[in-house]
């Protein structure tokens, strides 16, 4: 279960992910990085926490997904929306997927402000998911912004996902709130936790934010990589 790679490798881990379907029959899996002291965050930003295998293996879980969701707060503070490398496209053609994954925002009440539009550097535009669509002036001429009915709706969102766009793999990248939220409705199938070798204390948000949660969880495998550990875990739904 543990591995090690050489240094400077580009391993093919989490090549031919198999995730068992969960809510809506979507395999939903979502993907972070900590430090060790738990913090999602270095001064606001993620960079800095993964290295490059880190963000290696970020584009080949994204190389699986058919879309990839993010928090409002995300997207702002991250350049999220970064094209697949071309060598992870075969794959995907071999598959029947579309080249690139689609971008979706879960919003809610957040407006996107309108610097994000430079961030698209994607074909295809992102959903914009939002309580208030009136409330995102600007998103309309970058994304297709869905109203969602009442807040924190993720239930909504997935449905939307499954019915309207065919999504069949999910990947949640959080933030702490969306992945939370994520939990919290029992979406997430697998999580996939990087664990940077870094103390850094201070205020940041940590893995999980806002509500409480209780969720077993059990370890499928953990890689290691220059003191940097990347690990994969099944997430227990709750007895009835
Ligand atoms: N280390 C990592 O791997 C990593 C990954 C991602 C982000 N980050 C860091 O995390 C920070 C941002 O995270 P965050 O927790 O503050 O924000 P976030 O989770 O990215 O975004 C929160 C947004 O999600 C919306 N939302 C949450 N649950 C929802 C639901 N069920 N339905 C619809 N919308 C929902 C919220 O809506 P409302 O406005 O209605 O509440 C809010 O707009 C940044 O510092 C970023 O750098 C780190």
Redesign the pocket.
């Known amino acids: 279960m543990i591995a090690h790679t050489p240094d400077g490798a580009n391993p093919a881990w989490y090549d031919d992910l198999i995730v068992r379907p969960g809510v809506a029959g979507i395999a939903t899996i979502a ?4 430090t060790l002291d738990g913090r ?2 270095i001064d ?3 960079s800095g ?2 290295s490059r295998l880190d963000r290696h293996l970020m584009f080949r879980l994204r190389a699986w997904a058919d879309c990839v969701l ?6 702002r ?2 350049p999220v929306a970064t094209p697949l490398p071309a060598e992870l496209i075969p794959g995907r053609r071999s598959r029947g997927q579309a080249d690139q994954p689609r971008f979706a925002i ?5 407006a996107i402000d309108v610097g994000s539009a430079a961030r698209v550097t994607l074909s295809e535009r992102p959903l914009v ?1 939002a ?1 208030r669509p009136s409330g995102q002036p600007d998103a309309a001429d970058w994304a297709e912004v869905i109203p ?1 009915e009442r ?4 239930a909504a ?1 997935v449905r939307h996902l499954s019915t309207r766009c065919g999504v069949g793999r999910l990947l949640v ?10 939990l919290r ?1 029992d979406l997430v199938d697998e999580l996939f936790l ?1 664990i940077g070798p870094r103390l850094i204390g201070g205020s ?2 940590t893995l999980t ?2 509500a409480r949660l209780n969720r077993p969880c059990d370890l499928i495998s953990v890689y290691a990589h220059d003191s940097e550990l990347f690990c994969r875990y099944r997430v227990r739904r709750p007895s009835p």
């Open positions: 993907n972070l990085a900590v999602v965050a606001g930003r993620s926490i993964g993010v928090g409002a707060k995300t997207w503070t991250e879960a919003a809610g009440r957040t998911f309580t969602i807040r924190h709706s993720l969102i990248e959080g933030g702490p709130h969306l992945l939370t939220s994520a409705a990087t940041q948000l934010a806002g």
